[in-house]
């Protein structure tokens, strides 16, 4: 298939991004055409060219930026794509409605966030444009629903990840980081937002401290409330116990160094990838009863909590710090990492694209028939 990823309203590095580079890379290894669209001169493109990826130049600079449509129909026509799939909120209205001027036999988009429809109107403008949506989780393919779109155009295929190669130096991080040897140390990344609940879990950090249960923890990660998640730290005395060393591309070695993982979102996660990672590095996670955190963790791998609340939290890191059965917890984590592979995302990508395309090839047959 000739598949063209439509990332030309992203701009940094996120979990769509992310998302859209591993599913390239994975239809490249099973033979596919793919190109991704994106923005010049953006971290983005930057890393799509260290990937080696086939690029062109579309950049969606707004929600609604017609002036773009010539372009990407003169891409789409030229490129004689099969397949446009689209990421990213400012490239959903745009590209998919130049797709159909286009012709292109396949139009879809991956939904990453759970925002629902603001209007019936935009649901159905939706159906209209786009032969599928891609839900990352059930979570993700309700909120959908519920707004309007219609279920049988919803397709679930859950994130995935290869499974990754067992970096070295886990206890030099450790090290690195400062935490005495044999400390419990509990592990988190991601952009440090009010939304990431950081704050509930330096509390919870400081509330067994309290209980005389002196574990560590190691957040790794920027964003606009990184100092005021650094006051709060120093606030509750917790300075010497919770390390903020920032964006780090070493994430893999944390999962690694931490015994347990947490994700403590206040805000609903479709399908978070940091759960993935620390449950193929084999470690237990403690998340958020929220959007489709309960579609992945087990009993068997973690445990889930109450959104926003640092005494639920504090409580679920204190089972996890005192069982018995935390290595049987660990053996459970890594075979439910097992369940989300690249692979399977890729097929399941690969179907719903295959199925449009198979549908389109009956109605055409049909109507020659006539």
Not at 173 to 202: M, S
Not at 210 to 226: D, H, N, S
Not at 302 to 330: N, Q
């Amino acid at each position: 298939m000739r598949i063209l990823q439509v990332g030309s309203g992203m701009a940094g590095w996120a979990g769509s991004e992310r998302y859209l580079a591993d599913l390239t890379r994975g239809l490249l290894r099973r033979g596919h055409d793919v190109t991704v669209a994106c923005a010049p001169g953006t971290p983005f493109e930057q890393r799509c060219r260290e990937y080696g990826f086939p690029c062109i130049h579309l950049k969606m600079r707004r929600f609604g930026d017609w002036p773009q449509t010539p372009r990407f129909v003169h891409a789409y026509v030229t490129g004689k794509y099969q397949v446009i799939h689209t990421h990213h909120g400012k490239d959903l209205l745009v590209p998919a409605f130049a797709a159909r001027i286009a012709r292109v036999p396949a139009v879809v988009t991956t939904k990453h966030l759970p925002n629902p429809f603001r209007t019936r109107w935009r649901a159905y403008v939706s159906s209209v444009l786009y032969d599928r949506i891609i839900a990352v989780s059930h979570f993700i393919a309700s909120v959908l629903r519920d707004s309007g779109f219609p279920e049988d155009r919803i397709a679930v295929v859950y994130n995935g990840i290869d499974a990754p190669a067992q970096p070295a130096g886990a206890q030099a991080l450790r090290e690195e980081l400062g935490i005495p040897a044999g400390a419990f140390l509990v592990a988190a990344a991601g952009r440090i937002e009010t939304i990431k609940g950081f704050d509930v879990l330096a509390n919870a950090i400081a509330r067994l401290h309290r209980e005389g249960l002196p574990l560590y923890a190691a957040i790794f990660g920027e964003g606009t409330e990184r100092e005021h998640l650094a006051a709060l730290i120093r606030q509750l005395g917790m300075s010497p116990f919770i390390r903020l060393p920032g964006f780090r591309a070493d994430v893999e070695r944390l999962w690694l160094a931490a015994d347990v993982a947490v994700v403590p979102s206040s805000a609903p996660e479709s399908f978070s990838y940091s759960v993935l990672e620390a449950l193929a590095a084999g470690k237990p996670v403690v998340a958020s009863r929220i959007g489709g955190m309960p579609e992945v963790l087990t009993d068997e791998c973690g445990l889930l909590v109450a959104p926003g609340d640092p005494e639920d939290l504090a409580a679920a890191l204190r089972a996890v710090l005192c069982s018995k059965d935390r290595a049987a917890m660990g053996r459970a984590a890594l075979a439910r990492g097992g369940e989300f592979t690249l692979d399977k995302t890729v097929a399941g990508v690969e179907e719903v694209y295959r199925s449009i395309l198979e549908t389109g090839r009956r109605a055409r047959v049909s109507a020659a028939g006539r």
